[in-house]
């Protein structure tokens, strides 16, 4: 962020949301999040709240939507805890670092195992032509 306060705001809001639902909702819903990030806009009207939850996809979809439906008491939270004069809106994304990291390692993999088939291809490969396919200057038969 080029604004410096905005990085300060977006670093106090990820620590109130994160204690807040650390002490839990009152949403069943609501699994293993953790924040990951947060931006907020050079404004400070709008704050952008990255999560990632741990399980499976229904229990993502649950805690997005109990998410969803805590926004109005967390953006309350995050209002009584900050010392500006408005509460900047939240909204809670998705963060995609553990799909990405699990894309990731499939390619990492098959970069591997394609380096291992052109090392056992190399080893038994030979030459297509010459083993020294350059042109060497004649040596003269008279000297």
Avoid: C, W
Avoid at 42 to 68: C, M, P
Avoid at 96 to 116: F, K, M, T
């Amino acid at each position: 962020m080029a604004n410096p306060r905005a990085a300060k705001v977006a670093e106090r809001i990820q620590q109130i949301i994160a204690r807040r639902l650390e002490k839990g909702l009152r949403d069943e819903r609501l699994g293993f999040v953790t924040i990951t990030d947060v931006q907020v806009t050079g404004d400070l009207q709008h704050a952008s709240i990255f999560y990632t939850v741990y399980g499976t996809d229904e229990e993502r979809a649950d805690s997005a939507a109990a998410l969803k439906a805590a926004t109005g008491m967390l953006r309350t939270e995050v209002g009584k805890n900050l010392s500006i004069r408005l509460t900047p809106s939240l909204e809670f994304i998705a963060d995609g670092v553990p799909e990405n990291a699990q894309q990731i390692d499939a390619l990492l993999r098959e970069a591997r195992s394609r380096d291992q088939a052109s090392t056992e291809l190399s080893a038994t490969a030979s030459y297509a032509g010459d083993e020294d396919p350059y042109v060497k200057p004649r040596e003269d038969e008279d000297e």
